[in-house]
């Protein structure tokens, strides 16, 4: 028996470009060199700290968020006189 996959507005088949008009889809399936994604939610976030955007899968938006958070870090301990990599 195979099953057969519905698509509908919920979803996009796109695997990249996405923008604002994909937020709140899912996507059916991304493969990827780590491993394959299904009805992965296509998400919206930004940096508090200086307001870069991205528009992708949710997968992707945490290590912008954590690569973000990580950069800002290092610009405040630099800013600091911190040499050893740690924040206060």
């Given at each position: 028996?195979?099953?057969?996959?519905?698509?509908?507005?919920?979803?996009t088949?796109?695997?990249?470009?996405?923008?604002?008009?994909?937020?709140?889809?899912?996507?059916?399936?991304?493969i990827?060199a780590?491993?394959?994604?299904?009805?992965?939610?296509?998400?919206?976030v930004?940096?508090?700290?200086?307001?870069?955007?991205?528009?992708?899968?949710?997968?992707?938006?945490?290590?912008?968020?954590?690569?973000?958070?990580?950069?800002?870090?290092?610009?405040?301990?630099?800013?600091?006189?911190?040499?050893?990599?740690?924040?206060?």
């Open positions: 028996m195979t099953e057969e996959l519905i698509v509908d507005e919920d979803f088949d796109k695997t990249s470009g996405w923008t604002e008009a994909d937020v709140g889809k899912r996507i059916i399936e991304r990827t780590n491993g394959t994604y299904y009805n992965e939610p296509i998400v919206q930004f940096c508090q700290f200086c307001a870069a955007e991205f528009i992708g899968p949710s997968r992707e938006a945490g290590g912008f968020l954590g690569g973000h958070e990580c950069f800002h870090a290092w610009e405040v301990s630099q800013a600091l006189g911190r040499e050893d990599g740690l924040v206060e």
